[in-house]
């Protein structure tokens, strides 16, 4: 991918993940501070889950579009790039809950699927590291997508037009009461994934239209502000319903910065560097600090400027560390691993 190209992903990146930062933050912040900062339309920051589908769709075509045949090495990339630090992080968690709170794992676990917990398997039940949810959605993308490489080019249009049809029929909400992995292949979160694969298709027809991707985007966000402010998270509950409300802003933000192309703080770029690892563990950083230092200054008039300004700032330095000292590290030597078996295809797992 071109040095231009990956900037402008690190950007959506991470707006992506500092949105979901915010949702978080003020979901903690309801239950330990009296008041709120931002109200119910601060659960609009869950929406960068939707950003980050739209992302993911955009990343993988833009790579692999060219590429034909089954490559068992495309899926060895795409588990390196998501299974070591969804571990290391799912470990910390664990070693803090029993190590550092004194709390037994069963209060943690409670009901958790273990399968799920360690593999992402789709069942009825979160993995213990609750975000791990959109992970699972990834891997099926990642599936989907693999496969679809081994097809013949004439022959993708139709598979692609296939699953855009199965997944609509998951938005419309006729399946009714389905197993977890059925309800994953015609989740309504797949259209999320094949607005990115558009995005990196039709590239430059949408940078034609690039005034078009701000009327989206301001549509979208006006649309995700109203709907969260007036029905809270309950309003989010049915994922077809998010996605009609969230994607409008997924896929104007999305298009609108890869049509414009601004320059951001270089902070914007790092921040994408870290968002993987940064998504992952900031839930675990903003227990720490609710559970730990919330009680200190939860009676002051700036309690809940300081809950986020420490809430951002220690999830911003503990990805950064993390980054630097555990996710580069494995990320490299997955992909040297990879590497070894010969195909020049295996380099491209870092996206």
């Known amino acids: 991918?071109?040095?231009?190209?990956?900037?402008?992903?690190?950007?959506?990146?991470?707006?992506?993940?500092?949105?979901?930062?915010?949702?978080?933050?003020?979901?903690?912040?309801?239950?330990?501070?009296?008041?709120?900062?931002?109200?119910?339309?601060?659960?609009?920051?869950?929406?960068?889950?939707?950003?980050?589908?739209?992302?993911?769709g955009f990343i993988i075509h833009t790579l692999y579009r060219d590429h034909s045949g089954f490559d068992w090495r495309f899926f060895l990339?795409?588990?390196?790039?998501?299974?070591?630090?969804?571990?290391?992080?799912?470990?910390?968690?664990?070693?803090?809950?029993?190590?550092?709170?004194?709390?037994?794992?069963?209060?943690?676990?409670?009901?958790?699927?273990?399968?799920?917990?360690?593999?992402?398997?789709?069942?009825?039940?979160?993995?213990?590291?609750?975000?791990?949810?959109?992970?699972?959605?990834?891997?099926?993308?990642?599936?989907?997508?693999?496969?679809?490489?081994?097809?013949?080019?004439?022959?993708?249009?139709?598979?692609?037009?296939?699953?855009?049809?199965?997944?609509?029929?998951?938005?419309?909400?006729?399946g009714g009461d389905l197993p977890a992995a059925v309800e994953l292949v015609i989740s309504p979160f797949n259209l999320l994934f094949l607005s990115g694969i558009a995005l990196a298709q039709f590239r430059p027809r949408f940078e034609r239209w690039r005034w078009a991707s701000l009327l989206l985007l301001l549509g979208g966000l006006a649309l995700g502000g109203w709907w969260t402010q007036a029905h809270g998270l309950l309003g989010l509950a049915d994922d077809s319903i998010r996605v009609l409300v969230f994607m409008p802003f997924a896929v104007g933000l999305c298009w609108a910065l890869l049509a414009f192309k601004p320059v951001l703080p270089q902070l914007f770029a790092r921040i994408g560097d870290w968002s993987y690892v940064l998504y992952l563990g900031h839930p675990l950083v903003i227990v720490a600090f609710e559970l730990r230092f919330v009680r200190v200054f939860e009676a002051w008039p700036s309690a809940h400027l300081i809950f986020y300004a420490g809430c951002i700032f220690a999830s911003l330095v503990a990805a950064w560390i993390a980054h630097g000292l555990a996710e580069r590290p494995a990320l490299a030597l997955g992909k040297s691993l990879i590497a070894r078996t010969g195909s020049p295809r295996a380099a491209q797992g870092g996206a």
């Open 1 to 56: 991918m071109p040095r231009a190209q990956i900037i402008e992903v690190q950007y959506l990146r991470a707006f992506a993940v500092l949105l979901v930062l915010i949702g978080h933050i003020n979901q903690a912040e309801m239950r330990v501070i009296d008041g709120d900062l931002l109200g119910a339309v601060g659960f609009f920051g869950f929406s960068g889950v939707d950003v980050f589908f739209v992302i993911s």
């Open 77 to 174: 990339n795409r588990l390196n790039r998501i299974y070591p630090m969804y571990w290391l992080v799912t470990l910390v968690g664990i070693a803090g809950y029993t190590l550092l709170l004194g709390r037994p794992l069963e209060d943690m676990g409670g009901n958790t699927n273990w399968l799920t917990t360690v593999t992402l398997f789709p069942t009825e039940q979160l993995p213990l590291l609750a975000i791990g949810w959109t992970l699972t959605h990834e891997l099926y993308f990642y599936l989907v997508y693999g496969l679809f490489l081994a097809l013949p080019m004439q022959w993708r249009p139709w598979a692609l037009g296939g699953w855009l049809a199965i997944s609509l029929y998951g938005l419309s909400g006729l």
